[in-house]
């Protein structure tokens, strides 16, 4: 299988998987064209770059992610080997800015000295 068709089998395979989650999800470089298009769109703010390899050379996948981003988009590699899950890569900073963004979190957080102050104040 050649390269092209593989990546193309790739971002396909991200967009089905952002389709399970009820995103609008579809290869990007066919209807944009420009070489600094995403693979895959639909993910709002997240700019994906998809490498379906067996060797994966991760820094230069995410720079050149980096350089292709958007304003305020986040760059990702969604990455995946043979008989591997799937898997996404960006840096600790934003992963922790859509953790914080996330409901999940807001509902977790809480604020020890909060709490603390609370007790003393009993």
């Known amino acids: 299988m050649n390269s092209r068709d593989k990546g193309a089998r790739g971002e396909r395979a991200v967009a ?3 389709k399970t989650y ?4 579809r290869r990007g470089q066919q209807f944009h ?3 600094d298009s995403p693979d895959v769109v639909g993910l709002p703010n997240i700019h994906i770059e998809v490498k379906f390899v067996e060797q994966l050379r991760l820094q230069q996948a995410y720079e050149q992610s980096f350089r292709d981003a958007g304003d305020g988009e986040i760059p990702t590699v969604w990455h995946k080997r043979n008989r591997e899950p799937l898997m996404v ?3 600790a900073e934003d ?3 859509i953790y914080m963004a996330s409901q999940y979190c807001r ?3 809480r604020d020890p000295y909060a709490d603390m102050a609370n ?3 009993e």
């Open 89 to 91: 890569t960006l840096t």
């Open 107 to 109: 509902e977790q957080t």
């Open 16 to 18: 089905n998987f952002l």
């Open 119 to 121: 007790g003393m104040l």
């Open 22 to 25: 009820g995103y609008k999800a």
């Open 33 to 35: 064209g420009g070489a």
């Open 95 to 97: 992963f922790m800015r």
